[in-house]
């Protein structure tokens, strides 16, 4: 195992120490917690919204603290759903009296973790709410989530949420559009080379030089089926066409595209990518407004993709194109 990392079992700590020094003006840790929170939390009369999980997928999430997004990221174990505990100072460090949204990608351990501090901030008064993102088109049920997995379409809900949340919404708005978010969006991805857990120390799988696994998890979870490697353009339209069969999408309709690098693809190849995914759209009479090209939600050292589609309207445009300030996501 080749890593820049001094313990690894102190990677976390050692990697959110470096996230503050580089964002003192912003951010902020609650002491003896792995739990990254905005600077001026919690801000007076607005939904605090949260999220988290294993950490491993940087930039998300705690890129995704600040302005116009999340307002604390609870940073688990690598691949590991962060405690009850965590998740419940989080909670209590953005409530405003306004209440809290939980933005949870589904995994088994990140959602029974959320809903038990959610139980323990209700008890102490605090309203709680929670949206579980299921944007991966690939497989229905693996070993890490019951139903459809959490991943890159995460971030167009951060982004979202986080610009309704600023405008003043109450909660029950806010998860309204939240869950607007997760029933217009679908990822898929695939990868050509595995991660290595710095604790565990060997890769999570194995692909041969000549294979890649397509539908593959953001923590090495199986995809569809392992096969020949194939060009960008055939990348580009295996996962589309999966997406667009799972997509209620008409001529006319515009879209916002991310691509998404899962750690080890250069931006060149994720461009190339790009370019099949809008020929794509192009050819069925729909519209890309926006598009977003480069690392959003990895996994580790893992080479490979994947590709996201959100549905728009002018609400979701709207507060997409929100001003947000945060180490990852400036706009």
Known sequence: MKKIINDPN???????KGVLAAFPNELKVIEGTTVIVR????VPNKVGII???????EPAHAGYVGKGMLDAAVAGEVFTSPTPDQVYEAIKAVDSGAGVLMVIKNYTGDVMNFEMAAELAIADGIHV???IVNDDVAVEDSSFPTGRRGIAGTVFVHKIVGAKAETGAELHEVKAIADKVV?????????????TVPAAGKPSFVLDETEMEIGMGIHGEPGIEKK???TANEIAEELTGKILDDMVLQKGDEVAVMINGLGSTPEMELYIVNGKVHDILSNQGISVYRTYV?????????AGC????????SELKQLLDAESFTPAFRK
């Open 10 to 16: 102190q990677v976390v700590q050692d990697m959110l």
């Open 39 to 42: 600077k001026d939390s919690p």
């Open 51 to 57: 999220s988290g999980g294993g950490s491993g997928h």
């Open 129 to 131: 709410e929670k949206v």
């Open 183 to 195: 029933q217009n969006v679908r990822s898929m991805g695939m990868a050509i080379s595995p991660c």
């Open 228 to 230: 020949g490697i194939a």
């Open 294 to 302: 480069g690392e959003f939600m990895t996994s580790l050292e893992m």
């Open 306 to 313: 994947s590709v996201t589609l959100l549905k728009l309207d």
